[in-house]
């Protein structure tokens, strides 16, 4: 598992509203193909205090066959996270209803988000604030 920023780079620092992907290579411990494969990232403070996840069922996107050391990426834009540490994880489930788990770790990467360009102003707040950041309008009416 690697994090990525915007250009393909292996990294463990990013931004606030940066796109980044997270990179997941894949290596079949049996020959069989596994159709319908349900796999998930989740986000975890570095206390581990749950931020986000997302599977590739949430999408609706199906990976039918993948072929052995096939890499899958899953694309955040504009990283909703504070400046602060975080937790990467992953699991790999035989289909999105199935109990079994092929291959999991909750705690697969530490990475650390810097200040960025979130929102216009450049300002972000405090992780102490939440640790998800939200994009809103405000106006009076």
């Known amino acids: 598992i690697e994090l990525r920023n915007?250009?393909?780079?292996k990294v463990s620092v990013v931004r606030s509203g940066e796109d980044v992907e997270v990179a997941l290579k894949l290596k079949r411990g049996v020959a069989q193909s596994v159709p319908g494969i349900a796999i998930q990232v989740s986000v975890s403070t570095n206390l581990g205090v749950p931020v986000f996840c997302h599977g590739n069922w949430l999408n609706g996107e199906?990976?039918?066959d993948l072929p052995d050391g096939a890499t899958v990426l899953c694309r955040i834009p504009s990283l909703p996270l504070?400046?602060?540490h975080f937790r990467l994880g992953f699991s790999v489930k035989r289909n999105f209803h199935s109990s079994e788990?092929?291959?999991a770790i909750n705690d697969a990467f530490d990475f650390h988000v810097d200040?960025?360009?979130f929102f216009k102003t450049g300002k972000l707040p405090l992780m102490q604030?939440?640790?998800s950041l939200v994009n809103a309008?405000?106006?009076l009416e």
């Not at 915007?6 to 780079?9: D, E, F, P, T, V």
């Open 6 to 9: 915007a250009r393909g780079s």
């Open 129 to 131: 604030a939440g640790v």
């Open 82 to 84: 504070p400046v602060g």
């Open 62 to 64: 199906s990976f039918d």
């Open 137 to 139: 309008e405000w106006r």
């Open 101 to 103: 788990v092929l291959d």
């Open 115 to 117: 200040a960025g360009a």
